[in-house]
């Protein structure tokens, strides 16, 4: 079992449309959680970094850790074109200090 | 403010061969990681540079190795490539001082032939 799980995808949604991406994780020392962008052949960009639970919110970004449930979300409202990209989550025990673990990414097409 | 670079952009090998890949930190960073990205997979950590030594590796074999120089750039070396070392090679920086993340370069694609 991987120590983070994230769905694929592809998720493919209208223009305008809220979207929701997902990652759960097992292991319990993770503190610091983000999310990363990537477009097609490029370095992950990033997009959300937040510490323990609670919510962070950033222009149309929204991202939410819930430790108890291992459980991390990211919210994209009014969804654009060029929102298309894989997005990824990643944890750390001790922010750049340590090693980042990723989810696998899922996938988001916004049809235009 | 330059961020994160890497070079080259691309390199295709063949099996056995060694490469060598370069990375320069965004300004004001110490600490250089690098990280395995698999077609369709998130990137897997290889290992971190801080005060040029090696501080945390992941699950690799020896035939990955590193440097970090007194300026802060590093590099990764692979040996003996074999053909599921094709990949994107991504290096990430950040600064020992704070609690900030790591920032990525754009990557390094490299294909074993």
């Known amino acids: 079992q991987k120590e983070v799980e994230q769905d694929p995808g592809p998720l493919s949604v209208p223009e305008g449309a809220i979207v929701s991406l997902n990652c759960t994780y097992s292991?319990?020392?993770?503190?610091?959680f983000m999310w990363y962008r990537q477009y097609s052949r490029k370095g992950p960009e990033l997009l959300m970094y937040?510490?323990?639970?609670g919510n962070k919110e950033d222009g149309r970004f929204t991202a939410q850790v819930d430790k108890s449930s291992k459980y991390i979300s990211l919210f994209i409202r009014d969804s654009q074109p060029s929102d298309s990209a894989t997005y990824l989550c990643?944890?750390?025990?001790?922010?750049?200090?340590?090693?980042?673990?990723f989810g696998s990414g899922t996938r988001l097409q916004v049809q235009p | 403010d330059a961020g994160v670079t890497q070079s080259p952009t691309h390199l295709i090998k063949t099996r056995g061969q060694q490469v060598t890949l370069r990375c320069s930190p965004k300004?004001?960073?110490?600490?250089v990681s690098w990280y395995q990205q698999a077609l369709g997979q998130g990137p897997q950590f290889i290992f971190q540079?801080?005060?040029?030594?090696?501080?945390q590796r992941g699950n690799f074999p020896d035939r990955f190795s590193g440097h970090q120089f007194p300026n802060y750039s590093s590099e990764l070396n692979v040996n003996a490539l074999l053909l599921g070392d094709s990949a994107l090679y991504l290096c990430?920086?950040?600064?020992?001082?704070?609690?900030?993340?790591?920032?990525f370069g754009p990557g390094t694609r490299l294909l074993v032939l």
């Open positions: 292991n319990s020392a993770f503190q610091y």
């Open positions: 540079y801080y005060e040029e030594e090696e501080r």
């Open positions: 937040t510490y323990s639970s």
């Open positions: 990643a944890m750390s025990a001790d922010t750049g200090r340590r090693a980042l673990t």
């Open positions: 300004s004001g960073h110490d600490t």
């Open positions: 990430a920086s950040s600064f020992s001082g704070t609690r900030e993340t790591q920032y």
